[in-house]
């Protein structure tokens, strides 16, 4: 039997509703006891129960380089990003430590007469990647220098690996000069070397030729699971290897459609020595970033890519979307995902916007 104080309470509850025209809520065991936006009502509530955290130093920064001085060639793909010459790049490097970015991962534009089937270019110690790393270390020894070992950049067929004679890459042979690559870049003073070109075996054959070479320090990150994807198109603009590609890339970058075959890739670059492991695209393919962090707990990165960057821009710039939330959306998604770094070419405006809040 209900007390009369109970009573009471239900009846004024029950009077106040009437009177503002709603219906009181049936009172349930439980409820109203739990209410999730309670935690949401202000923004310093909000800001302690937050479970993801974005800063600066999840922030990796693509830079494209150029022959020339004082030269900057716009992206037209991709609005707001430009290639640079290596003067123009040793200053975005100073600005990228300044605003306490921890790395920066460079990528060279060929010029076309100087690409081959052989990728010879790649195998020079004077070549665009290699100038540029010498003269970033040494007026900005304290970033990080990731360079990108694949052979695209290099070849006239625009492909990651050497040709057969019937067009096929020819896994083998490109490890090859794989391995020369990365003992060039190496030497010119990378920090990390990123093997993206998805050749069977890249990873250990790297491994091995750097300790015997003694770059025992120098570390690997693997691109383990990259995917055939359509969100490329930007970059190969950037690096001038779009115009150059015969055919397509999907015999040895992943298929869309897998994700078991994701978690094979990684665990055979970790056993041949991988130090960190990385999944391109981003937005697409959080499911991969979280299966693969979660299942080897080891540094997981991602790659927002050049196709991701220009959807968003070119929404941003109609006024379709909020583009300062809707960048740090994407990039809270990744680290919630699981991811430890992201390279993003919205990494400098993003880790200012970091900076200004705290």
Known sequence: MAS???????????????????????????????????????????????????????????LFVIDGERARSEIESMPGVARLSIDLAVRAAEDAAAIGLPAIALFPNTEPSLRDEAASQAFNPGNLVCRAVRAIKQAVPEIGIICDVA???????????????????????????????????AEAGCD???????????????????????????QILSYAAKYASAYYGPFRDAVGSGVQLRGDKKTYQMDPANGDEALREVALDISEGADMVMVKPGIAYLDIVWRVKEAFKLPTFVYQTSGEYAMLTAAAERGWLDRDRVILENLLAFKRAGADAIFTYFAPEVARRLKDEF
Request: cysteine-free; hydrophobic content about 35%.
């Open 4 to 62: 009369p104080s109970k009573d009471k309470t239900v009846s004024l509850r029950t009077e106040r509703a009437k009177r503002a025209g709603t219906r009181p809520p049936a009172l349930k065991s439980g409820y109203p006891a739990t209410r999730l936006r309670r935690n949401r009502r202000a923004d310093w509530s909000r800001r302690l129960v937050r479970e993801t955290a974005l800063t600066p130093d999840d922030l990796i920064w693509p």
């Open 192 to 218: 990390i070397l990123a093997p993206s070109d998805m050749m069977d075996g890249r990873i250990g054959a790297i491994r091995a030729a750097l300790e015997e070479n003694g770059f025992t320090d120098t």
């Open 151 to 185: 052979l695209d950049p290099y070849t006239s067929h625009g492909h990651d690996g050497l040709l057969d004679e019937d067009g096929t890459v020819d896994n083998d042979r490109t490890l090859q000069a794989l391995i020369t690559q990365a003992l060039i870049q």
